[in-house]
């Protein structure tokens, strides 16, 4: 008997793999998966500007990556002594105007050059809902807890986000033609929307990507994040304490599911070697002066070399060295 209704998930036109270079760009969601992906030593750049949520402050952001300019003071405002961006989560800020500038330009000009070169980029819708900031109309990607007053607040339609990203996708295309873009939705309900407009809100980023995949059906997929929450893991135990966020076992199962639907057959095996390395790393030993531990630790250390060898796009030349320093 099946006790529950599984998610499926079809084929997509393209996989990723350790030879891929990807962008993670959109809500905490994005950060969740790009994190596995970073643990698991794929390349990675996650979230150039921090947690973005509405479709039209990603796009925003990617075409401040395809044309980068840096920023200067009069982009920032200041607010109860922390200078902020419009365009930037809270994590650019700082009590210094100099240091929020230097993390912003640091950060656009390393992924703005990334953005030319990688070739999976993975977008990560939370809502609908944008803000604008009245004075000037513009869509604000956080509002920095400044007083409502100062904003109004819309729901995208899905229409309107098609038309933004259709023209974003083919300049994002124009630049980097081998580029292939993997839409989830995520699974985290926005509820001071409340549930009915939670839903509605949902519903036009869900539209607009089905729309955007059926126009590029070859670059385009879909990983169904939101459905997987929301039907196959529709209980409570499954979430965090504030009822609203996946729980660490719901991230490990959506990310169990995406290597299963999307990693490539050896780089999941890759993956799986490189598993019991890093465990045999993080491993506690009881007697760390032992020579069975001494042993196990050169074992790990064959193995890991082996592992940069064979395959020399994978990154760990930290993690080999600090075997080395633990054999000394």
Request: charged residues 25%.
């Amino acid at each position: 008997m099946e006790f529950r209704t599984e998610v499926s998930i079809p084929r997509a036109a393209f996989d990723f793999s350790y030879q891929d270079e990807t962008m993670l760009i959109g809500s905490c969601f994005a950060e969740n998966i790009g994190g596995k992906m970073e643990e698991n030593k794929l390349a990675v750049d996650v979230n150039p500007f921090g947690v973005l949520y509405n479709p039209a402050s990603i796009a925003q952001s990617l075409k401040m990556l395809l044309h980068p300019a840096h920023l200067v003071a009069g982009d920032l405002f200041e607010y109860e002594g922390v200078y902020h961006s419009f365009t930037h989560h809270s994590r650019f800020s700082s009590h210094s105007e100099a240091e929020s500038l230097d993390k912003i330009n640091h950060r656009l000009a390393v992924s703005s050059a990334n953005l030319g070169t990688v070739s999976r980029l993975i977008v990560t819708f939370g809502t609908a809902y944008v803000y604008r900031l009245k004075r000037t109309g513009e869509v604000v990607s956080n509002c920095h807890k400044l007083p409502e007053k100062l904003f109004t607040r819309e729901r995208l339609s899905a229409g309107a986000i098609v038309d933004e990203w259709n023209a974003l996708l083919l300049s994002l295309w124009e630049q980097n033609p081998e580029l292939k873009i993997l839409f989830t939705v995520s699974p985290v309900r926005h509820w001071k929307d409340g549930a009915h407009h939670n839903q509605l809100s949902k519903a036009s980023l869900l539209l607009a990507v089905d729309e955007l995949q059926n126009r590029y059906p070859d670059r385009i997929a879909y990983f169904p994040a939101y459905e997987i929450v929301m039907d196959e893991l529709r209980d409570y135990r499954f979430y965090a304490d504030d009822m609203l966020h996946p729980s660490p076992l719901a991230v490990a199962y959506i990310w169990e599911r995406f290597t299963a639907s999307f990693l490539s057959a050896e780089s999941q095996q890759i993956m799986k070697e490189w598993q019991e390395v890093q465990k045999a790393i993080n491993h506690k030993p009881f007697q760390p002066e032992s020579e069975t531990y001494r042993r196990f630790i050169s074992q790990t250390l064959l193995k890991a070399e082996q592992i940069n060898n064979k395959f020399p796009y994978i990154h760990i030349e930290n993690e080999i060295e600090l075997l080395r320093s633990k054999m000394k």
